[in-house]
Every structure is written in C-alpha cells, then in structure tokens.
C-alpha cells in the first residue's frame, strides 16, 4: 500500500536557526515526489517536484532532496514568514494522477 | 494569470439538504483533481476527472458524492443529504494534460453542516 509519513509534527524554530523536515514514502515504482507549503485557512501551495534519487531542488531559503526512501527539506536561516505546514505527497501506484499526501509538518518560525 | 478557482468558499448545510461545489483549472489545464481535508487529518484523495470523463474515483464514498467536468463549465462535486461528518475543506486541483505534471491547487471550499 502506498505510503507517506512526515516528520516531526511540529517545529519550533528560532529565526535563523537551520533544520530539515522528513519525509519518508512507500510507493510502487516512484513516479515524482512534491511539496507543498499549506498556510491556514488556505490551499496547498506547489513548492519542488522531485523524480529520481540524488536529485536536487532549491527555492530561496528551501532546499528538496530525494533518496530511494525517503526526501528531506531543509530549510536555511528561515524567517516568521516561512511559518507554515509543509506537505509531502507522492503519485500513486498504477496509471493515476492521485497524489497521497503525509499527515504534514507545522513550522513555527519565532523572530 | 488567474490560478484555481472554487466557489463558494465558505458554505453552510443543514443535514439532508445538497450541496454543490465548483471549481475552474487554471487556464490550459484539463485535469482536475479533488481532495477533502478532514479536521486534524490530512488531505485525501476523491476524484481525478478530465472533460467529460472520469479517470479515477477510487476516493469518492460510495453513496451521495458524485463528481462531473462537462465540456463546457467549471467542474461539480455533489454531495447529497449531507451529514455532520461531511463537514470538511474541499480542495480542487488541476494539472495540464496528462497526470504526470505537478497539481495546483485551488483556496478550498469549506463545507458546514449542522
């Protein structure tokens, strides 16, 4: 059964303070890998697409990276506005566009 | 460049009554996708359609949830005789043709039912 699980489920940072978030996938044959950064009360908002182990994608203080089990965000010298939930999601099995998402990880940026 | 659109944003039912959620792609895409966010869960998976034409329902409850994208026109959930466990964030989605492209996702239609 295709999986993703993310963690931690929360995160407490102080500005500035660099970290990394998990997230860890069981899937038939990996056909792309996405995260999604989710503010309250709004929709999911389309970060990094990732295909391929060893693949690499960066946007301003966040950087994705993709092993065979699992794909890890880090985020560099992170400021109150990057103080949201991030999403980790993978294709399903099969011939589908169906993503399944993890439960997310909230990050709380504190100035 | 307008992005996903859904409406209503906000909608309020009381059990058994029918309710009715749109949601347009972004322009050039002819993909949608549903999802429903359940409170303290995360997002899950309902239905993929293109125009006319389901692909996959294999998230869609058995009973009243019906989805369509007609030729011309924003896509429809349907949700018929709501009940209190129906209360969610729906989230529609699209992507340009073909399901190996990213999704993009729309505000979100948060549905009340009491």
């Known amino acids: 059964e295709d999986q993703v699980t993310q963690s931690p489920e929360a995160l407490r940072l102080q500005e500035g303070e660099s970290s990394s978030l998990n997230c860890s996938y069981t899937v038939s044959g990996l056909r792309g890998l996405f995260w999604y950064r989710q503010d309250p009360g709004k929709g999911p908002e389309f970060l990094f697409t990732?295909?391929?182990a060893g693949e690499e994608k960066e946007k301003e203080r966040l950087k994705a990276t993709l092993t065979k089990k699992e794909s890890f965000l880090h985020i560099t010298a992170p400021k109150p506005e990057d103080s949201a939930t991030y999403l980790c999601a993978v294709r399903g099995s099969g011939n589908t566009g169906k993503l399944i998402f993890g439960q997310g990880t909230t990050l709380q940026v504190k100035p | 460049n307008a992005g996903v659109m859904q409406n209503p944003r906000h909608l309020v039912r009381r059990r058994g009554q029918e309710a009715r959620l749109r949601c347009s792609p972004m322009k050039g895409h002819s993909h949608v996708y549903w999802y429903r966010q359940l409170p303290e869960e995360g997002l899950k998976f309902m239905v993929y359609l293109q125009k006319e034409n389901i692909i996959d329902e294999s998230g869609m409850p058995k009973e009243r949830f019906s989805a369509e994208f007609p030729k011309e026109g924003p896509s429809i959930l349907r949700i018929q005789q709501v009940v209190r466990g129906d209360s969610a964030a729906y989230f529609c989605?699209?992507?340009?043709?073909?399901?190996?492209?990213?999704?993009?996702f729309g505000p979100g239609t948060r549905l009340t039912v009491t």
């Open positions: 990732l295909y391929s």
């Open positions: 989605a699209s992507s340009p043709a073909g399901s190996r492209y990213e999704q993009y």
